[in-house]
């Protein structure tokens, strides 16, 4: 079955960038028709939709992360990665990857996902 | 854009049955039906339960059901169990620049 597992740093200082990687078994990130997108989680509080990229490589972003945020596939080893620079403590949260089996927010398959806390 | 409206909490007692709403605009909710619903546990990653407003992938229970009137979608759970106590959330396509928006999640509380 699709497996998805991401990984990453789990603490970054404040102004400095957030890099994750979601490495996908079961399934290829080149697959048409699917979307591999990012989430996150802040303690306690709702989801939140970051990014996406399509099997094509054409990626989409959440307006309110502005230009901080970036999403990239290595299709050679079956990742994708997430960029955030300028981290604040509003970036601290659980972050998962995810499959979007159609563009249309359906997010059918999800990673365990990862703690991130910003320090000051 | 603002996140989808959704009751902080509801309750049941089990074998009764709940609605948890989710109210959009006609960008989001309203426009699109491309609703889906996803079962949190604590600590847990979200589980998709409906898609497309209505369609349940398979292995999700036909106790949950989705509907959609207007800007306001909603899921309904019936023949409540202890297991279904958990966190939900909305979720809507949100046209070509949103893209994708979530509800803020509702607490179901299995009395």
């Known amino acids: 079955q699709v497996q998805l597992q991401e990984s990453g740093p789990g603490l970054v200082k404040a102004s400095e960038t957030l890099s994750l990687t979601c490495s996908v078994s079961g399934a290829s990130v080149k697959s048409y028709p699917y979307y591999w997108g990012w989430l996150r989680q802040p303690p306690g509080k709702g989801l939140e939709w970051i990014a996406s990229i399509y099997y094509n490589g054409r990626p989409s972003y959440n307006p309110s992360l502005g230009s901080r945020v970036s999403i990239s596939a290595d299709t050679s080893k079956n990742q994708f990665s997430l960029s955030l620079s300028a981290v604040t403590a509003e970036d601290t949260a659980v972050y998962y990857c995810a499959r979007d089996t159609d563009g249309w927010a359906t997010f059918d398959v999800w990673g365990q996902g990862t703690v991130f806390t910003v320090s000051s | 854009q603002s996140a989808l409206t959704q009751p902080r909490s509801v309750s049941g007692s089990p074998g009764q049955s709940v609605t948890i709403s989710c109210t959009g605009s006609?960008?989001?909710?309203?426009?699109?039906?491309?609703v889906s619903w996803y079962q949190q546990h604590p600590g847990k990653a979200p589980q998709l339960l409906i898609y497309a407003v209505t369609k349940r992938p398979s292995g999700v229970p036909d106790r949950f059901s989705g509907s959609k009137s207007g800007n306001t979608a909603s899921l309904t759970l019936s023949g409540l169990q202890a297991e279904d106590e958990a966190d939900y959330y909305c979720?809507?396509?949100?046209?070509?620049?949103?893209?994708?928006?979530f509800g803020g999640g509702t607490k179901l509380s299995v009395l």
């Open positions: 979720c809507s396509y949100a046209g070509p620049s949103t893209f994708v928006i």
């Open positions: 006609s960008s989001d909710v309203g426009g699109h039906d491309f």
